[in-house]
T-cell receptor, first 113, second 115 residues
Framework: DGGITQSPKYLFRKEGQNVTLSCEQNLNHDAMYWYRQDPGQGLRLIYY???????QKGDIAEGYSVSREKKESFPLTVTSAQKNPTAFYLCASTLTGMNTEAFFGQGTRLTVV | DQQVKQNSPSLSVQEGRISILNCDYTNSMFDYFLWYKKYPAEGPTFLIS?????DKNEDGRFTVFLNKSAKHLSLHIVPSQPGDSAVYFC??????????????FGRGTQLTVWP
């Protein structure tokens, strides 16, 4: 079955450490996205990538980094520079083209301890 | 700057009645809109969409209405069921042609359907 997979589902990090969240899709989608969800804030875009080896900052990119070396993979690194990293992180992918929907992974809950 | 707005953070409806979730947008270039449903600790799932060439799209119990002049859309759920209790997000993509661009999301509306 095709889909988009995020791992791990729960992640704990000590303050000052970098951590990488995995996102893999086998839908042959061109574009991939990372969102962050906080209570009352909806979904805020961190980074997105429309093609391999290219990505753009979203609305809240500070303290995050990404790479897109393969079409299937779009890992997100939460760096120690991110001041409030505890959140629910969602990865999504879409085909490019008009009138298409985004498919989401199941999310990763990151908690800084 | 919120380009997609959901001004009601919550809505409570009795089972069997109609649920109406509202969404407003500011960007007149938006020409396609999507609704997503999200349960706690899960990713959103696509529910229904509408293109700006239509003013209504129906799928079973779910109907989305688009009023372009008012830059407003609404999702109607009839009849509402307890399993519909979730957060509903309105979204709109930028980009045209072969470039999808990014999705703008509203802040979501928590729907609670009670027996």
């Amino acid at each position: 079955d095709g889909g988009i997979t995020q791992s791990p589902k729960y992640l704990f990090r000590k303050e000052g450490q970098n951590v990488t969240l995995s996102c893999e899709q086998n839908l042959n989608h061109d574009a991939m996205y990372w969102y962050r969800q906080d209570p009352g804030q909806g979904l805020r875009l961190i980074y997105y990538s429309q093609i391999v080896n290219d990505f753009q900052k979203g609305d809240i990119a500070e303290g995050y980094s990404v790479s897109r070396e393969k079409k299937e993979s779009f890992p997100l690194t939460v760096t120690s520079a991110q001041k409030n990293p505890t959140a629910f992180y969602l990865c999504a992918s879409t085909l490019t083209g008009m009138n298409t929907e985004a498919f989401f992974g199941q999310g990763t809950r990151l908690t800084v301890v | 700057d919120q380009q997609v707005k959901q001004n009601s953070p919550s809505l409570s409806v009795q089972e069997g009645r109609i649920s109406i979730l509202n969404c407003d947008y500011t960007n007149s270039m938006f020409d396609y809109f999507l609704w997503y449903k999200k349960y706690p600790a899960e990713g959103p799932t696509f529910l229904i969409s509408i293109s700006s060439i239509k003013d209504k799209n129906e799928d079973g119990r779910f109907t989305v209405f688009l009023n372009k002049s008012a830059k407003h859309l609404s999702l109607h759920i009839v009849p509402s069921q307890p399993g519909d209790s979730a957060v509903y997000f309105c979204a709109a993509p930028t980009g045209r042609g072969s470039t999808l661009g990014r999705l703008y999301f509203g802040r979501g509306t928590q729907l609670t359907v009670w027996p």
